[in-house]
């Protein structure tokens, strides 16, 4: 694989083209600290958006199969899917309205998607898609077994087609606007996580393991 | 409009029907608190998922038109829109990897979208989503003028088909999971505001001000 994405028509970043960025090691690690994905696709001439836990292996994407009758009709048959990762990075208070905007960085790949078939690949974006969430978690729960392997739904989106769009830093505004009289600048917004809280049938004697304690985004 | 949606074909909840919501209450507090929506949308056979703000106004969702020439493109002519609108509450974990998910709020409104043509309403929608992201700001900032107002492109979805879906609450297990030695419970998460950055060219004779300064989400 090359170090970029070959910009195409459908991912060159066509709004506020100076945002795009097409080099694998910027769309790669915005994939890998988004926690969710937005998964388009259409049926019966109607695009749906659906949310759902994914993961990046190498230069795949896997997602789980979720709302599954209807996303697993949607992607089936070599349709055409988007996958969108999204992250707001901060509140941008220009001193026009105007300029007010976000700071993001956000993933849109496009392709096909195909249905993982064996166990051993399921079981692998399975262990991806936990140890992304929670590293060491794997080893600690019960392994899945072979009819929850059967009943999971896991599609697999290559990684062949995909920009990412970033906006940082502080407002822009007019020239003039300069001069006013407006508080300017940024709100940072982040994900934070709060103290675990024990499932009540959890027996108190098990302790709380330091992923779970000591957990950051 | 009634108190409820009625799920159709499309917004019906299939998988995990016990998280489907109708009510629009339940509908509109999630909208009211998602910062950034996703919509989707087909281009020539290609389902695209574009985040971008938003902001509802009664029994309608305002939206920016972001990545502007394709999302004007894909919406434009009565085309069919998706709306998505998802938020992320904690991570569960389970004793088994199988049954480990997030607990969630997410809103899918299906429909087709129009273009705000008049200056009066897309600058009630920018009030709107100006003071939902930063209630107060609406008046201390510059106010668009009409070259400004040409230049935004605001797209408007009545919200008459939309269903929400709710995860809530402890993991659940197989029941013969509970037996095992695994700690079991939620790691909460949420959204907060750092410390607000003045911009450098924001004169230090400008007080920060107090939706600023007290900003939570």
């Known amino acids: 694989m090359s170090e970029s994405f070959t910009p195409s028509e459908r991912t060159r970043v066509v709004r506020e083209p100076q945002r795009g960025v097409y080099d694998r090691e910027t769309v790669y690690k915005i994939l890998d600290e988004g926690l969710v994905c937005h998964v388009g696709f259409s049926l019966e001439g109607q695009p749906f958006v659906i949310p759902t836990l994914f993961a990046r292996v190498g230069d795949a994407i896997y997602f789980h199969g ?16 988007c996958v969108t990762v999204t992250l707001t990075d901060g509140i941008v208070l220009a001193r026009s309205v105007f300029n007010h905007s976000m700071n993001y960085r956000s993933v849109v790949a496009l392709g096909k998607a195909t249905l993982v078939e064996t166990p ?16 060491g978690r794997w080893d600690d729960a019960r392994q899945p077994n072979e009819k929850e392997l059967k009943a999971t739904s896991i599609l697999r989106l290559p990684l062949t087609e995909a920009s990412a769009k970033v906006r940082v830093g502080p407002p822009e505004d007019d020239a003039p606007d300069y001069a006013l009289s407006v508080w300017a600048g940024v709100i940072p917004l982040g994900v934070v996580a709060g103290a675990p809280i024990r499932d009540e049938r959890c027996d108190l004697g098990i302790p709380l393991p330091a992923y779970a304690a000591n957990y950051r985004r």
């Open 66 to 81: 979720s709302a599954a009758s209807r996303m697993l009709r949607g992607v089936s048959e070599g349709a055409n899917v």
């Open 120 to 135: 051993q690949e399921k079981l692998e974006a399975l262990r991806a898609f936990t140890e992304k969430i929670l590293s």
